[in-house]
């Protein structure tokens, strides 16, 4: 009978961010890989990741990363025949595809993977041998992806910058418009032409219309059509 496995090591990390959405959005973001296992808490979302099982079919080599309200916590297997530090590596990789995939709900500073990844490449600077040697391509091209992330979101945050004073102005203009449009349409025709009609018995039988367009603050135009009006119906006589 084949001797069992020996039990792997539990390592974890914490790295601190946000949620921006709901529990359920960031489930159903993570739900869209088939082979995750995903549970949402009334605060909180896990998804779980089973890469092998013992012989007893119990996970023997696996993650979970819990994504709640102020961090992401990460807690996975180590198995004897791998590296620490590779473990590590592949299980951030992994945690950045995911991070990618629930970016719309769960915000973390690209800043903060950036240390945790400057930190772990030192760290195979430090304890690696030239066997570890190809593996400084794949750290190379992981850190170069973090910084253009990086980057992608400091011009994103620059452009909703932009987008939100733009918005703002425009319903600055919009609220000014609306009001204008308010003045204009705020006196009902029976009103203006009683107030002509007042306006003409107070000025000796004249009138300039200008000067009746700006003190009520209405369209010249306007004025004259109610004035024709006024004179159509027998309110008002024209003399030459």
């Known amino acids: 009978m084949p001797e069992p496995a020996a039990a792997p090591k539990v390592d974890g990390l914490r790295i601190e961010g946000r949620m921006v959405g709901k529990p359920e959005e960031i489930a159903s973001a993570l739900r869209t890989i088939s082979f995750l296992r995903v549970a949402k808490e009334k605060s909180s979302v896990s998804a779980a990741y089973v890469e092998s099982?013992?012989?007893?079919?119990?996970?023997?080599?696996?993650?979970?990363?819990?994504?709640?309200?102020?961090?992401?916590?990460?807690?996975?297997?180590?198995?004897?025949?791998?590296?620490?530090?590779?473990?590590?590596i592949d299980i951030l990789r992994y945690a950045l595809n995911l991070f990618t995939l629930v970016g719309d709900y769960y915000q973390i500073d690209p800043k903060l993977l950036l240390q945790l990844l400057e930190q772990t490449v030192k760290e195979i600077e430090d304890f690696s041998t030239n066997d570890y040697r190809q593996l400084y391509v794949s750290y190379d091209t992981l850190k170069r992806e973090v910084d253009t992330l990086r980057r992608n979101y400091a011009l994103l945050r620059k452009q909703v910058a932009g987008l939100t004073r733009e918005n703002y102005d425009l319903k600055n203009d919009n609220d000014e418009l609306r009001l204008d449009i308010e003045k204009l349409q705020g006196m009902s025709d029976g009103a203006l032409k009683t107030k002509l009609q007042e306006w003409i018995i107070d000025h000796g039988g004249d009138i300039n219309i200008p000067d009746f367009s700006r003190f009520h603050r209405v369209p010249e135009a306007r004025v004259e059509q109610l004035l024709d009006d006024l004179v159509k119906g027998g309110f008002l006589e024209m003399v030459q």
Do not use: G, Q
């Open 53 to 88: 099982r013992d012989m007893s079919k119990n996970p023997y080599s696996f993650s979970v990363i819990k994504f709640d309200k102020e961090a992401v916590e990460i807690v996975y297997t180590i198995p004897p025949s791998l590296s620490p530090t590779r473990r590590r």
